[in-house]
């Protein structure tokens, strides 16, 4: 079992940053593969990015390259979301993800446990 929190949420002017953090309860954490995924007002959930167990592999939607960027520090139990030059939408609420084998990094289906979301609002 794998509890998962989210935090770093908050509301910025279009362009800002924010870092989104993700704390896993449990000693298993570096056999996971983590994701984040978003959900906007009306729209499906969607995928934003994930990383391997190790931290080797990494994937972006097309969406959020080159100004999203996600790490992990399995020593902490915690992955981690950097977000830069955020757009108006981005907005959304973000939760993080872990699977342990997921057959496709983007498929929220993949993934096995789910935090309770933070929420991302960027103003223009």
């Known amino acids: 079992q794998v509890q998962l929190v989210e935090s770093g949420g908050g509301s910025v002017q279009a362009g800002g940053s924010l870092r989104l953090s993700c704390a896993a309860s449990?000693?298993?954490?570096?056999?996971?593969?983590m994701g984040w995924f978003r959900q906007a007002p009306g729209k499906d959930r969607e995928f934003v990015a994930a990383?391997?167990?190790?931290?080797?592999?990494?994937y972006y939607a097309d969406s959020v390259k080159g100004r999203i960027t996600i790490s992990r520090d399995n020593a902490k139990n915690t992955v981690y979301l950097q977000m830069n030059s955020l757009k108006p939408e981005d907005t959304a609420v973000y939760y993080c993800?872990?699977?342990?084998?997921?057959?496709?990094?983007?498929?929220?289906?993949?993934?096995?446990?789910w935090g309770q979301g933070t929420q991302v609002t960027v103003s223009s």
């Open positions: 993800a872990a699977a342990r084998d997921p057959p496709g990094y983007g498929l929220g289906s993949s993934y096995d446990y």
């Open positions: 990383i391997s167990w190790s931290g080797g592999s990494t």
């Open positions: 449990g000693r298993t954490f570096s056999s996971y593969a």
